[in-house]
């Protein structure tokens, strides 16, 4: 005989021991809240340091053959950072960092190697590829890929990356993907950027998945300073994380869930204390 749905909830309410609780309707535990915030402040980081890279391989005319404007990159880090070895090879240029003694840009020590090939230069149709090896600020480390397009009618830069991020206080791991885009902070890139679009990530704990609604960033800062995200945790759970700037060094990040939120303060070293 077939039971009926009614009946199944009363067995339910009445068992005991039988019928799984709805994840999603507890209450968000401090527990929860504070992974949620330690994996996306991680993924963040690693972020930060892809997207610095990125941004420093753009100064170059659009529309030149692809030789020219790898050329005109290897140039153009070269001048701003003589800690580095710029290799030109065809359109290829390989930098590592740090080779000539220590290097810092926008206020983080940079370490690695990152190769830069320019496939496309068209005034309709830009394509960097960009490899990474061992790619650090000093605070997370980066190895992969990522495919950024633009063009000269529409310069807010398509960012396709495929990254492992390591942490390397504690050698945490999470191997991230995603699809976003980004323009320059308030018009000055060298100040940060602002980014929508999509991540998601794999660590331990499972898989993350992130929708990113206008954030605005820093390159200085480990997490956003205004703007929010949409975290979708590897328990179904549903979060939004808020982002405030509460002073110079400290972002103040709320996560909100079912019933429940919590306030961090997150400082520039990635560190996160309980409001």
């Known amino acids: ?27 968000l535990t401090l527990a929860e809240a504070t992974q949620a915030l330690d994996e996306s402040t991680i993924e963040s980081q690693g972020q930060a340091v892809a997207s610095e890279a990125v941004e420093m391989s753009t100064s170059f005319t659009l529309g030149q053959a692809a030789q020219a404007a790898a050329s005109e990159v290897s140039n153009f880090i070269t001048s701003q950072l003589a800690c580095a070895s710029v290799a ?8 590592t ?60 830069r398509h960012v396709h990356h495929d990254i492992v991020i390591e942490r390397l206080r504690d050698q945490k791991t999470v191997d991230s993907s995603g699809d976003r885009t980004q323009t320059a902070l308030n018009g000055e890139i060298a100040t940060g950027i602002a980014v929508t679009g999509s991540r998601s990530w794999t660590s331990t704990s499972g898989t993350w998945d992130l929708t990113i609604d206008n954030v605005q960033m820093r390159w200085v800062d480990p997490v ?16 939004t994380l808020a982002f405030n700037r509460a002073d110079v060094d400290t972002i103040t990040v709320t996560l909100s869930g079912e019933k429940r939120s919590f306030s961090f303060d997150v400082t ?7 409001r």
């Open 1 to 27: 005989m077939m039971r009926s749905p009614v009946l199944g909830l009363l067995l339910c309410a009445f068992s005991l021991t039988g019928c799984p609780r709805d994840k999603a309707a507890e209450s």
């Open 88 to 95: 030109l090879a065809g359109n290829t240029v390989t930098v």
């Open 97 to 156: 960092y740090s080779a000539n003694g220590s290097c810092s840009y926008h206020g983080h020590a940079i370490t690695g190697t990152s190769e830069i090939t320019i496939s496309k230069n068209e005034l309709s149709d830009v394509v960097v590829n960009h490899h990474w090896l061992a790619l650090s600020n000093g605070l997370v480390q980066i190895d992969g890929t990522a495919t950024v397009t633009w063009s000269q009618a529409n310069l807010s």
């Open 224 to 239: 956003p300073e205004a703007g929010s995200y949409t975290l979708l945790t590897p328990k179904s759970r549903t979060l």
């Open 268 to 274: 520039s070293t990635g560190e996160a204390t309980a």
